[in-house]
């Protein structure tokens, strides 16, 4: 159907691939370790998915040049804050036609931008096109059902991404708001710690429902500060992803949100985490571009002070619960 090129051969860049060769595509992943590489081409398998046998139309490589010139489409599935510097290399390798499919899930670091705003600041006449949505990485590798949005500023552009990527499992949903599912699929990696802590806390299941609606309010505030749309918050690519990391020990933020609410502090937790769990850097961009726009976000703030300030989780619940009374 089309040639499939994948950046980044973790756990989502691979599920990703495979459901792409599913899709009836060839496909050609990219990885900077040749031992991935190796393990790919010749067992078809991977440790980032130890379960799953991978498709053989799936052909793995450390020569990032072949695969963006060999590309029809190609996703870019490494973590959100190698994202400049991974495109930085890929920039010049590809073709001005060829759509670049933004699957990682935060916010820059140093600057507050979206994926898709670093990407327009390297190269503006970049085909962009965002995948997000709930899909955990292993499910998605099993063959079970997950549905994701696929957005672009181009209706015809998403519709054609769409069909790459459907399977019998895998069904995309297409949208012409580029901008909101980028900024929930970040922001719900910090609720997802706010949930994890809550539940560590053992705050109770009125708590979590009271912290997660809340949450869904200040994803929406901030869509909309950044040029989305409020009613795309409602999808998948919003509550419905919101609902998944939130709520399930899958999930590397609710996990580490977990053991903070049982450590009751996060120094000690994430000094030996090994994994990379997004919400943690996201928590203090979002908070950077949210201070810039003057967008008010309460429970992001406190994940902030509770992992960069190292604030007792005690006294930000106090803060929460005293905020003034407003209306809904």
Known sequence: MANIGVIGGGAWGTALAMTAAKAKNDVHLYAREPETVSEINTAHRTTFLPAAQLPEAIIATTDMASVLNWADCV??????????????????????????????????????LLMSEVIQEI??????????????AAEVAKERPTAVTIASQSQMLAERVCRYMKTTYFRPYSSTDLITPEVCGAIKNVMAIASGISDGCDFGDNARAALLTRGLAEMSRFAVAVGGKKDSVLGLSGIGDLMLTANSHQSRNYSCGFEIGQAGWAKPVLEHCTKTVEGVATAQSVMKRARQLGVEMPICEAVEAIIYHEKPIKDVMKDLLSRPLRAE
Do not use: D, H, N, W
Request: hydrophobic share 45%.
């Open 123 to 136: 190269r503006p006449q970049t085909p962009l096109v965002v995948l997000s949505g709930p899909g955990f």
């Open 75 to 112: 996703l870019m599935a490494v973590p959100a804050q190698f994202t400049r510097s991974v495109f930085t290399q890929m920039a010049p390798l590809l073709k001005t036609v060829t759509p670049v499919v933004l699957c990682a899930k935060g916010i820059e670091l140093s600057t507050g």
